[in-house]
């Protein structure tokens, strides 16, 4: 019979998640964690459906958290993955610039990667760029020799494995979701749809549902998670010679997203996109994907309304791109222009968990709130997953000074 009682109860099965659990473990040995996760399988939301790719830290403000862990844990991540044989590789990536706009931004952008501790970050020229993707147009690149792949699934997998290694008394549950939760005098009280289970602490690392377990626990919010789908395409074998690596774009600080790049998976395959485009259902990957639960919830939140409005023009161009495959490869022959229509088929999508503030403007770092007996991570936009085990380690130490 399974055991009802553990000192901390961690929701949510990504990679924040599991990288919090497994570093409290570390620290506490003996302190015993339940880690609920309602999906059959680990790592399932915005954990197992991105990019997989570990950032590099070039693009985010110097002295913020996201630059802060990204660079951090970056670091921690691919000691990580050596010690425990996880598929990875330090591939590097081009940052290209397509036009004159864009090749003078590249020393603010190589400024910025030099202050957030980037190494061997250097501007190439067409020919040199060339040399190391020679299907990719551009006026001159970043060349970022530190960004790497890596199977984010198996990170998770071995986060779990690892936290019931240290404390047998530990446990992992999966396809259990969390339906209710009391604070008592006495402790906490977490209701699942099989089960109660009670600890003196609750972390909450909820991906695209923490605002309303956060309002749940009493928190008065200045801000709702939005979601925003992106739909990926895959080059077909007939293209993959022509992708090595990695091939961004730079990025336009007008705009919430990044933008098409291509990027090589650990499985040998290739992804190019993404688009982004308002999703209808905060878990929803495919474009008929509906709830009227969260539809209402956002379309009656002012902010949604704002950050529309602010970007409307980018905002109709990215559902036509959603909506065209000739469009969206468009988009892509920007980078490759040999690139053919028959060259890429639909691939997977993932959904992005936006932080919108009241006035309709992303909140784009990591937000983290302790109330009461209970953390919420609110908002760990990318490079949540590069960065997973930095983070896990800060909520950790704070966990064990706040609540030893």
């Known amino acids: 019979m399974m055991n009802k009682n553990f000192d901390i109860i961690v929701v949510g099965g990504g990679l924040v998640g599991l990288a919090t659990a497994y570093k409290i473990q570390k620290k506490a040995n003996k302190k015993s964690i339940l880690l609920i996760e309602k999906e059959e399988h680990l790592a399932s939301h ?18 913020s958290l996201k630059a802060e862990n990204c660079v951090a844990g970056r670091k921690e991540l691919v000691d990580f993955a050596k010690k425990y044989n996880i598929r990875h590789d330090i591939c590097g990536k081009l940052v290209v610039a397509t036009n004159q706009k864009e090749l003078n931004v590249l020393p603010e952008l190589l400024d910025r990667g030099i202050q957030n501790g ?26 970022v020799p530190e960004t790497g792949i890596i199977d984010y699934r ?16 530990s446990s992992i549950l999966t396809n259990t979701k969390v339906v209710d ?20 602490n609750i972390i909450f690392c909820c991906g695209l549902f923490s ?12 801000m709702k998670i939005v979601g925003f789908r992106g739909d990926y395409f895959s080059l077909k074998d007939s293209a993959k010679h022509k992708v090595k690596n990695l091939i961004y774009p730079v990025p336009n600080p007008e705009f919430p997203f990044l933008g098409v790049h291509f990027t090589r998976m650990t499985n040998g395959e290739f992804e190019c ?73 639909s691939g997977r999508s993932g959904v992005r968990a936006m932080a919108l503030g009241i006035d309709g403007e992303v909140i784009d770092d990591f937000k983290i709130i302790y109330n009461n007996k209970n953390i919420h991570v609110l908002n760990a936009p990318s490079p949540a997953a590069t960065a997973c085990l930095s983070i896990g380690e800060k909520i950790a130490s704070n966990f064990l000074k706040k609540y030893n």
């Open 46 to 63: 915005q954990s197992g459906r991105n990019s997989g790719v570990i950032h590099s830290g070039l693009y985010y403000k110097p002295g």
């Open 118 to 143: 980037l190494k061997n970050l250097s501007i190439i020229n067409q020919n040199e760029m060339k040399e190391i993707e020679p299907f990719v147009s551009g006026l001159g690149a970043i060349l």
């Open 154 to 169: 198996q990170v998770a997998e071995k986060l779990a494995f690892l936290i019931k290694e240290i404390n047998p008394n």
């Open 181 to 200: 939760f009391k604070n008592e005098s006495t402790g906490s009280v977490v209701i699942t749809q099989k089960d109660k289970f009670k600890c003196e």
């Open 211 to 222: 605002d309303r377990l956060a309002k749940n626990d009493g928190l008065d919010l200045d």
């Open 273 to 345: 996109g993404p688009n982004a485009v308002f999703t209808f259902k905060r878990e929803g990957y495919s474009k008929l994907d509906f709830s009227i639960k969260d539809t209402i919830d956002a379309l009656t939140y002012s902010g949604t309304w704002r950050l529309f409005i602010k970007h409307w023009r980018f905002g109709m161009n990215e559902y036509v791109k959603a909506a065209s495959k000739r469009v969206f490869l468009n988009q892509l022959k920007k980078l490759i222009p040999s690139l053919k229509i028959d060259e890429i088929e």
